[in-house]
């Protein structure tokens, strides 16, 4: 079946610094992905998103390229601000129509430091 | 504004109570889900449904309990078979049709229940 791994959080960092959240996946066929924010106490939000082999997806400076070749999908940012300490969600889709079910990884805690 | 309303945000119940969780949408989606979140654990998906009267089990769907009488409305009932319910629950939703839109997912705020 399908499956996402994500990098072990947690994950601490320096105001400005720059963010790396690994994330590889498994999947019988072509698969969207995504990353989701939550913030603490809150729901998940779509942060940005990519339908196929070396689409970017991008949002408030997070970009993450879809790499079928690595089956991986990471999120990058190359300054971070306290503002950005959340949990961070890979997940992928099994298909294209509505209802389709998305499978999510682990969650990264980041904290960032001012 | 458009959105998903999830009620109670906290909720304590006692060993062996039936509770039910609210999740109301006025995004006219079609599709809703219930997932759960535990620490270090993810989501996991229990029930969801893509039509009214209609849903389909997920992967951890045993001790629970769903129904889809309106389009804007899909509670979930926590029942005592649920051996470990204390978790955040999460509600979301996201429109019928296919394509890259289709899977985009808008979720409520979540509902914490703790079973004493």
């Known amino acids: 079946g399908n499956s996402v791994t994500q990098m072990e959080g947690p994950v601490t960092l320096s105001e400005e610094a720059f963010l790396t959240i690994n994330c590889t996946y498994t999947?019988?066929?072509?698969?969207?992905l995504f990353w989701y924010v939550q913030y603490p106490g809150e729901g998940l939000q779509l942060l940005l998103k990519a339908t196929k082999a070396d689409d970017k997806g991008s949002n408030k400076g997070f970009e993450a390229t879809y790499r079928k070749e690595t089956t991986s999908f990471h999120l990058e940012k190359g300054s971070v601000q306290v503002s950005d300490s959340a949990v961070y969600f890979c997940?992928?889709?099994?298909?294209?129509?509505?209802?389709?079910?998305?499978?999510f990884g682990e969650g990264t805690q980041l904290t960032v430091n001012p | 504004d458009g959105g998903i309303t999830q009620s109670p945000k906290y909720l304590f119940r006692k060993e062996g109570q039936n509770v039910t969780l609210s999740c109301e949408q006025n995004l006219n989606h079609d599709a809703m889900y219930w997932y759960r979140q535990d620490p270090g654990q993810g989501l996991r998906l229990i029930y969801y449904s893509q039509i009214v009267n209609d849903f389909q089990k997920g992967d951890i769907a045993e001790g629970y309990s769903v129904s889809r009488e309106k389009k804007e409305s899909f509670p979930l009932t926590v029942t005592s078979a649920q051996k470990n319910p204390t978790a955040f629950y999460l509600c979301?939703?996201?429109?019928?049709?296919?394509?890259?839109?289709?899977?985009?997912?808008?979720f409520g705020a979540g509902s914490r229940l703790t079973v004493l």
């Open positions: 999947a019988t066929g072509y698969p969207s």
């Open positions: 997940a992928l889709s099994e298909g294209e129509t509505s209802g389709s079910r998305l499978t």
């Open positions: 979301a939703s996201s429109m019928r049709r296919r394509g890259a839109g289709a899977n985009v997912l808008t």
